[in-house]
């Protein structure tokens, strides 16, 4: 079974402090690594991917990927309440995606 | 990204009824992905739909109880056929982006069987 582990939250942070979010997965012919944002009672937007180890900066997002390990992280610095939603980490191999069941983060004004 | 357009974007169904999902894209695509997400969890996949052969279902699911069609590269539609009080989710349809990598999703349907 090919799986993609992720701590379910929820994770508070205070606004402006940097939310950590973490996820494993089995499979190691994964691919490509992605992190999804979703708001409650909306579909999964995507706000990052990752292909190869190292880190990954987009804006106030950092990703970060560990092959070896069998990790993906996902930082966001400077955090807003507007961060506050669940993040789904989602790894493919070719055509087989699977996703994590996400982590609800909390940003506290 | 594809702009993807899934209605209903809600529905209150009746026990034993079928609901139709249907989802369009704004450009030709090859796979269109059927996921549900079930309360407080993830996304599962359903199925794949191909334009011009049969749907590919994942384990668990079977084609009697969501049959799927994929009439051309912008559009199909998934059944929820049947329906019991286990089929309320949130069902999502998803394209790869244009590197075919990437996967984007519509707003999603959420159903509620009564």
């Known amino acids: 079974q090919k799986e993609v582990e992720q701590n379910s939250g929820p994770l508070s942070v205070p606004e402006g402090a940097i939310a950590s979010l973490n996820c494993t997965y089995s499979d190691r012919g994964s691919q490509s690594f992605f992190w999804y944002r979703q708001y409650s009672g909306k579909s999964p937007e995507l706000i990052m991917s990752i292909y190869s180890n190292g880190d990954k900066e987009d804006g106030r997002f950092t990703a970060q990927l560990n092959k070896a390990s069998q990790y993906v992280s996902l930082l966001i610095r400077d955090s807003q309440p507007s961060d506050s939603a669940t993040y789904l980490c989602?790894?493919?191999?070719?055509?087989?995606?699977?996703f994590g069941a996400g982590t609800r983060l909390t940003v506290k004004p | 990204s594809a702009v993807i357009s899934q209605k209903p974007s809600r529905d209150i169904c009746q026990r034993g009824t079928s609901l139709t999902i249907q989802c369009q894209v704004d450009?030709?695509?090859?796979?269109m992905f059927w996921y549900r997400q079930q309360p407080g969890q993830s996304l599962t996949l359903i199925a794949t739909a191909n334009q011009g052969s049969e749907a590919t279902y994942e384990s668990g699911f079977v084609i009697d109880k969501f049959p799927i069609s994929r009439p051309n590269l912008t559009f199909s539609t998934l059944t929820v056929s049947n329906m019991s009080p286990e089929d309320s989710s949130i069902y999502l349809c998803?394209?790869?982006?244009?590197?075919?990598?990437?996967?984007?999703f519509g707003q999603g349907t959420r159903l509620t069987v009564v």
């Open positions: 450009s030709q695509v090859t796979m």
């Open positions: 998803s394209v790869a982006g244009q590197g075919g990598i990437e996967a984007f």
């Open positions: 989602a790894v493919k191999n070719n055509n087989d995606m699977r």
